[in-house]
């Protein structure tokens, strides 16, 4: 019977279904950037650029720090990836809804995310928790700069806050387990 097998199927429970794939509509995109001045526009695709390409980093440097150990750490380091993932995906339809594209060169941040993560994880624990934290610092410090860097709409403004909100709390956790190593 078709719909017995149609019930089997579970729907995704709310919050992983709101945290890692937002359900779209035709409303959650808008077009962006009527009456901003060339200027503005300017600036902002630029930060936005740059958000795209950082987040790119980051994904790599998680993907490459993974390891095929049953631990903790690698599975805060899958949860992390994923995070970074949805800050691609943010500023990726950012960039679309402006009217821009992103940078044809972002694989050299793929490879420097690769150079990173891999170092890191070929050292150790310890230094793949100290990569996060210095990355993750960095990146806070950037977007604090990108979110004085233009005049942004209200709805991407609020996309840059929460992200970077995500990255506080990135640092927090590689933290809270550097310390537990002592
Ligand atoms: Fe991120
Ligand atoms: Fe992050």
Redesign the pocket.
Known sequence: MPDSNVKQVKAPSENLHARIRPEMSEQSIAWRGKGMSPDNLRRIRKALLTLHTLETM?VEIYRFQITREDSELNRYLII?MC??MT?IQDFQVKLFEYGFRPTPLRWAYWVVGFVFGFTSRIRGHRAILKTGVW??SK?VHHYGQLLNAADWDHDTRAVIERDRF??HG?IERWQTLLDELG
Do not use: M
């Open positions: 980051a992390a995070n970074e800050h990355v993750e990146a995500d990255e990135h």
